[in-house]
C-alpha cells in the first residue's frame, strides 16, 4: 500500500504543538487516526481533541496563531461537545473538539484526549478511544477497522502496512 494522503500538516503541527506548549496538550483522531495506522488511504481534514475545559485556551492559541476559527453552534444534536471550532486552514480544515462527547441513547458518552502514538510529528489519539466514538456515531466500519489496532496506537514505523503480515518471532 502507498502512503496515506494526508491534509498538509503544518498548520496542523503548529497548532498541536501551541496548544501543548499552552497547557491544553492534543491528540489527532478521526480519519487521521486510521490513517496514521494505514487502516484507510485518505484523510481529508484533521480532527485535534483537546480536554475538557481548555475552551479559553484554544481560543486564545488560534488567536496567536492568527488562524481563522470558526465557533461551530452548539445545537448539534450528536455532540454534547463543550465546544466545537473549524478552522480554515487553506486547503482543508482542521476541527479542534474541546471535552469531546457524544449523545446516545444510554447517555452521554466522553471522548477523552489521550495520546496513543506519534506519526509524522503529530500526538495521535488512542484507538480504543475512537472506536467508542465512532460507535457512538454510528460509523461501525470506522470502528471495526480500529478494533485490530493496538489500544494505545502505534507510531506509523511500528504499524504493518494494511494487508501485510508481520514476521514471526
Known sequence: MTASRTPPLETVRALQAALAEAGAPSVVGGSGLLASLGLVDEARDWDLVLPAGSVETAEQVLAALG?????????????????MFAVDAGDHTIDVL??????????????P???????RG?????ADDWVV???AMGRDARAELLEGASPGGLSAAEHPPRG??????
Open 67 to 83: 488562524l481563522e476559527a470558526t465557533r461551530a453552534a452548539d445545537a448539534h444534536p450528536l455532540y454534547a461537545t463543550e465546544a
Open 122 to 126: 503529530l500526538v495521535m489519539a488512542r
Open 164 to 169: 501485510s503480515v508481520r514476521p514471526s518471532a
Open 133 to 135: 466514538a465512532y460507535r
Open 98 to 111: 474541546v471535552g469531546f462527547a457524544l449523545r446516545t441513547p444510554g447517555g452521554v458518552v466522553a471522548i
Open 113 to 119: 484526549a489521550r495520546a496513543g502514538g506519534t506519526w
